[in-house]
C-alpha cells in the first residue's frame, strides 16, 4: 500500500466511527489527525513499534515476495469490494463481534469457525498473556470460553475508532465449499456433536425430509449433506435467523468491504501466512500449532469433492450463489468439481 492507500485507511476508519455514531461518512478533514496518531506519536505510547508500523515499513522498503503477495491479496480486494458491492448499511455494533482483540500486541482478529480459528484463539490467549506456555496446550474448549479474548463489539465508538487506526486487522478465509464441506462433516456426520445435531439436524429433519423416522426426528443424527444444502438454500432459513457462524459466509462475519483489512490468510497457506502475521507481531518462538492431518488442504479438497459430486447441478448452482462473494472477494475460483454450466 502507498501512502494514498494508507490515507485511505484512516479516512475509512474515522468514516467508520462516524457510521458507528449513525452519522455521515464525510468527515475527511480528520485523516491527518489519525494519521499523526497512528504512524508518528507511537501506539498506545508503547516503544517497540506495532505490527500495523512494521507492515506499513515492509511497503515502504524493497518488497520481500511474501510481503507482494499480501499486498496483491489486499488490493484485489479492495477492487472487488468495489465491484460488487453497492451502497452498504451503516455498521451496528453487533457486526463487529466477531474481530476479536488483542490490546497488548496491537492486533484486531476477525474470526471465522472452521478456518484454523480454534487455533488462533490460543495464540492471541498465549500473545496477550491470557494463558502461559505452549499454545498447543490450550484445550479447544477454554480457547472458545466467552469473554476470554474482548471483541471490538464491546468498546465505545471512539475506542472502537482508536484501534481500528492503529492496530493490524486481519483474518483468515477458506474456499468456500471445503470450509462447508468441513462444517458438516464436523457437526453433522460425526457423533459427538449431539448437541448440534439436536439444535439444527432435528429441524433438518423435521422441515425437509418426509416420513422421517421416529429417532431421526428426535436426535438430527443422521442428516445427509444435501439436506443440509436444501436448508441452507430454504429462505425460510435466513428469514427465522441468521446463519449459524459455522456456515455464515465470511464477509457476512467480518465485512471486508466496510472494515479495511490489512492481511488476508488463507487456510490453504496456513502455515506461511501465519507465520507472516506473527513475524508482524514479533513473537520469535511462539509457532502456530500445525492443523491435524485430516484438515489439510489436499485432504480437504478430496472431502469436498466426494461430498458434492452427489449434489444435482441445479443445487450447485443456487450454492454457488450464495456463498459468491466469498469466492469473488477472496479470490476463490468456482471448484473443478461442480457442473456448473
Ligand atoms: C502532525 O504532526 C506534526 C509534527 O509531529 C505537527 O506539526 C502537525 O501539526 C500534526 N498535524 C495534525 C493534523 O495534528
Ligand atoms: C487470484 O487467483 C488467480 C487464479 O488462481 C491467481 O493466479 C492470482 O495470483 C490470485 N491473485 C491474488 C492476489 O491472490
Redesign the pocket.
Known amino acids: 500500500m502507498g501512502r494514498r492507500s494508507w490515507r485511505r485507511r484512516l479516512v475509512a476508519a474515522a468514516c467508520l466511527g462516524a457510521a458507528l455514531l449513525l452519522l455521515s461518512c464525510a468527515h475527511r478533514a480528520l485523516s491527518?489527525?489519525f494519521e499523526?496518531r497512528t504512524l508518528?506519536?507511537g501506539w498506545l505510547g508503547g516503544k517497540r513499534k506495532s505490527p500495523l508500523q512494521k507492515l506499513y515499513d515492509l511497503d515502504q522498503g524493497p518488497r520481500s515476495p511474501l510481503a507482494e503477495l499480501h499486498r496483491q491479496r489486499r488490493d484485489l480486494l479492495r477492487s472487488a469490494c468495489k465491484r460488487h458491492t453497492r451502497r452498504q448499511r451503516l455498521l451496528q455494533p453487533e457486526d463487529l463481534r466477531h474481530v476479536l482483540v488483542d490490546d497488548t500486541n496491537g492486533l484486531l482478529y476477525c474470526y471465522v469457525p472452521k478456518v484454523a480459528c480454534t487455533n488462533w484463539k490460543r495464540v492471541l490467549l498465549a500473545l496477550s498473556g491470557r494463558a502461559r506456555g505452549d499454545p498447543r496446550d490450550i484445550p479447544a474448549h477454554e480457547a472458545h470460553a466467552p469473554g476470554l479474548l474482548p471483541s471490538l463489539a464491546e468498546f465505545s465508538p471512539a475506542e472502537v475508532n482508536r484501534r481500528l487506526n492503529a492496530y493490524l486487522t486481519f483474518l483468515f478465509v477458506r474456499d468456500p465449499f471445503e470450509r462447508l464441506a468441513s462444517a458438516y462433516r464436523n457437526k453433522f456426520a460425526r457423533p459427538y456433536h449431539a448437541e448440534f445435531q439436536r439444535r439444527f439436524g432435528t429441524r433438518i429433519v423435521r422441515r425437509l425430509r418426509p416420513r422421517a423416522r421416529p429417532e431421526a426426528l428426535a436426535r438430527g443424527h443422521d442428516v445427509r449433506f444435501a439436506e443440509f444444502l436444501a436448508y441452507l438454500l430454504d429462505p425460510r432459513t435466513r428469514r427465522e435467523e441468521p446463519f449459524n457462524e459455522h456456515w455464515e459466509r465470511a464477509h457476512a462475519l467480518c465485512h471486508p468491504c466496510r472494515l479495511r483489512y490489512d492481511v488476508v490468510g488463507k487456510f490453504e497457506t496456513l502455515a506461511e501466512d501465519a507465520a507472516f502475521v506473527l513475524g508482524l507481531v514479533g513473537a520469535p518462538g511462539l509457532r502456530f500449532p500445525a492443523p491435524p492431518p485430516g484438515a489439510q488442504a489436499p485432504a480437504a479438497r478430496k472431502q469436498a469433492t466426494r461430498l458434492f459430486q452427489d449434489i444435482s447441478p441445479f443445487y450447485q448452482r443456487r450454492l454457488f450463489d450464495l456463498y459468491k462473494m466469498d469466492f469473488l472477494l477472496f479470490n476463490y475460483s468456482a471448484p473443478s468439481y461442480l457442473r456448473l454450466y
Open positions: 491527518s489527525v499523526n508518528s506519536s
